[in-house]
């Protein structure tokens, strides 16, 4: 509602703040504008259904607009639609002692003989003008109750209106929802919730500052009465800590990965009087909010100094971690109610949420991949010192200690050892070459080094299985950083998808840049490649006295011509077709 919206006026003898000011007539309503313009508008054109259903959470003033709805309808002097709750009628229905209003509580009144008892009083008479039946959790009907409400609710006495409140209306029966005007309450707003304590502290002269009542909307989350109640309880301790618990050490706890600090903060609360399942209830809520702030911060409820702090957890904690938490609690919460200990339950469910190698759900192992992934990211972004280049030595050949070790002994003591000879000039290793080549980002790549690269380097760096493919395929084309590769048939082009992730490490690893490749179908390569005398044979074994290093297998004989010689080759390797 507007900022000019009126206080209600407080009732004598009543000292409860949600009572003493509970409001009187629509105008007096606030966060609730689409129900008040539905019913108040109804009234003014005398439009009233003969039955209503009003839904929503808690303390949103479901059964305080029915009693407003019963002063609107029997108003000796309504106003545009509203009650002017000073005359007797509306009076009586405040005090509660109308005969034109009658409040049920469906949770005691659920028998099938307490409804036909209504329904039968429904037919009788009123003073006024309206007879208003009002049953509150409505859901808690038993299915013979409801049953024997239907007929009436479907065509009542034309005196009669029917309001029914409840929290769940999923509950409710769908018979009974399709015969009655549904109306859905919301969550008031902070800053509205704000504004009405304003209203009533100046009302009720109370002595409350700014973060006490900022304390109390945070315990309303949403809820007018609730709001107001804890405003009661805040000024009568005197003390906003005293009334909910500080979490700020388990935040602490869950962004540091400190299980001992997390175990600490839990005892203390604990030591401090609090229950366990309200504990975990509690923080459940601030890490609700939390994951709201991350999300969707218009939707959070938390406001100034509560808002800035639940953020810096947010960003903190970060979103995945954020969800992992909510979800875990709310399994805390469900075990709870069963188990002799609970507070183990939450003890257990705090240490797997600071240790993720105790927990086995797919959550945990994500987020130790993740913690893998952000260190390895760290890693390759630090500077990594500055060594000193390897000495060059040709492949395959042995370093001092080796060389003194295996060597001849002289023949004479004093008989010089051998110079090298100064025209011998070593191979590069392949780790040389890498370390050689131009920078990425030096210079673009050209087309016919990319082809001899990737036949010399690329494709011995990869598996046995994508050798199998890549020596029957070649490349074609370089346009920026796509590779465009040719292989002999379709079906080896359709295969390629299982040596992809192998031959992409291999491209970076040797062009230090991310290639991009595209594969085409050339069957003209069928007919230049060599055919070979058999599928596949074994690649021999080097001889004893070469080093692995130097040893190449023949190339000719694991070319493979299709899919079908791949997958025999692999499961049976050495084999020969012999028919």
């Not at 100046?202 to 304390?215: E, Q």
């Not at 203390?268 to 609090?274: A, E, I, K």
Request: net charge negative; hydrophobic share 40%.
């Amino acid at each position: 509602m507007a900022d000019a919206t009126p206080t209600p006026t407080s009732l004598d003898g009543v000292t409860s703040l949600y009572r003493r000011f509970r409001p009187g007539r629509f105008v007096e309503l606030r966060g609730q504008d689409h129900v008040v313009r539905a019913l108040q508008g109804a009234v003014k054109n005398d439009r009233i259904s003969h039955a209503y259903l009003f839904s929503g959470p808690r303390g949103t003033g479901k059964t305080t607009t029915a009693r407003i709805l019963a002063k609107a309808l029997n108003c000796e002097n309504p106003l545009d639609g509203d009650a002017c709750n000073t005359c007797a009628s509306c009076l009586a229905i405040t005090k509660g002692s109308s005969l034109d209003v009658i409040e049920l509580d469906a949770a005691s009144n659920n028998g099938v003989d307490d409804m036909r008892d209504i329904t039968v009083g429904a037919w009788h008479g009123t003073p006024g003008r309206w007879k208003v039946y009002i049953f509150d959790e409505v859901h808690q009907l038993s299915k013979a109750a409801s049953a024997a409400l239907l007929k009436t609710l479907e065509e009542p006495p034309q005196h009669v209106v029917f309001v029914l409140a409840t929290t769940d209306p999923h509950k409710v029966l769908p018979t009974i929802r399709s015969r009655t005007q549904h109306l859905e309450f919301r969550l008031i707003a902070g800053s509205t919730l704000s504004s009405l304590l304003h209203d009533v502290q100046g009302a009720a002269g109370l002595s409350a500052d700014a973060a006490t009542i900022d304390a109390a909307v945070r315990l309303g989350r949403g809820s007018a009465r609730d709001a107001l109640s804890a405003l009661d309880q805040l000024i009568a301790t005197g003390s906003i800590e005293e009334t909910q618990p500080q979490f700020d050490g388990l935040f602490n706890a869950l962004v540091s990965g400190d299980a001992v600090e997390a175990l600490t903060t839990l005892a203390h609360l604990r030591q401090d009087g609090w229950d366990p399942e309200q504990l975990a209830e509690t923080f459940a809520a601030e890490v609700r909010q939390v994951f709201l702030l991350q999300v969707a911060p218009d939707v959070a409820d938390a406001v100034d100094a509560d808002r800035t702090r639940l953020t810096s957890w947010g960003e903190q904690l970060g979103l995945a971690r954020t969800v992992r938490v909510l979800e875990t609690f709310g399994r805390a919460m469900r075990e709870m109610k069963s188990a002799p200990e609970k507070i183990a339950i939450l003890e257990v469910a705090l240490v797997r949420l600071i240790k993720p190698d105790l927990d086995s759900s797919i959550d945990a192992l994500e987020e130790r991949v993740t913690k893998l992934e952000r260190a390895a990211t760290r890693a390759q972004s630090a500077p990594e010192p500055a060594a000193a280049p390897p000495p060059l030595r040709p492949i395959g050949a042995t370093d001092a200690k080796q060389a003194a070790t295996r060597s001849t002994p002289p023949t004479s003591s004093s008989s010089p050892s051998p110079s090298p000879s100064p025209t011998l000039k070593p191979a590069p290793s392949a780790s040389e070459q890498v370390v050689r080549q131009p920078a990425a980002d030096s210079s673009p790549l050209e087309f016919d080094d990319v082809r001899e690269r990737f036949n010399q380097r690329v494709v011995p760096r990869t598996s046995r299985s994508a050798q199998l493919l890549l020596k029957s395929a070649e490349v074609r084309g370089l346009d920026g950083l796509r590779l465009t590769i040719a292989v002999p048939s379709e079906e080896m082009r359709q295969n390629t998808e299982m040596i992809s992730q192998g031959l992409r490490g291999a491209l970076e690893h040797e062009f230090k840049v991310v290639l991009e490749v595209t594969w085409v179908v050339d069957a003209s390569l069928q007919s230049t490649t060599p055919a070979p005398t058999q599928r596949a044979s074994r690649p021999k074994a080097p001889p004893a006295d070469v080093p692995d290093e130097t040893y190449s297998p023949d190339e000719s004989s694991i070319v493979v011509q299709s899919v079908a010689d791949h997958l025999i080759t692999e499961m049976f390797p050495g084999a020969e077709e012999i028919s």
